[in-house]
Every structure is written in C-alpha cells, then in structure tokens.
C-alpha cells in the first residue's frame, strides 16, 4: 500500500498548507481528497507535488507492505 503521510510532515516543515497547495499552485481539492485517503495518483502529480513542494518522492510517499 502507498501511504502518502510524509506528504504531511514535508508541507508542515516547509510551511506549507493545503490551502497554498489550493490557491497558489492550483491543486484540486479533489486531489487533496484522493490523498488523504491514499488513493492512485498519477507520476506527473507526483512530479508536481515534488516541484511544488521542493523536494524528493520520498517524502511524500512511502510504501507499506500488505499484510497478507
């Protein structure tokens, strides 16, 4: 499973929230949705996040091994 909590911890180290996000860079709420509840996002909004955001995959997303 992805989980995209580092994402939370990065914007708070950097000072940035998700209204930022929103307003100044143009995210959708409707992505802002999908990852607070660690759903798909494509590799071009990961891009994105990373520009926007200053920073390596690594903290917006780690990956969790299913239990199964």
Known sequence: MISYEP???TMKEKNISTYRLINDFGVSRSLLDRLKH???????TL???CTFLD??????????KDES
């Open 7 to 9: 994402l939370y911890k």
């Open 38 to 44: 660690n759903k798909p996002i494509s590799t071009v």
């Open 47 to 49: 891009n994105d996040l």
């Open 55 to 64: 920073c390596r995959v690594e903290d917006i997303l780690i990956y969790i």
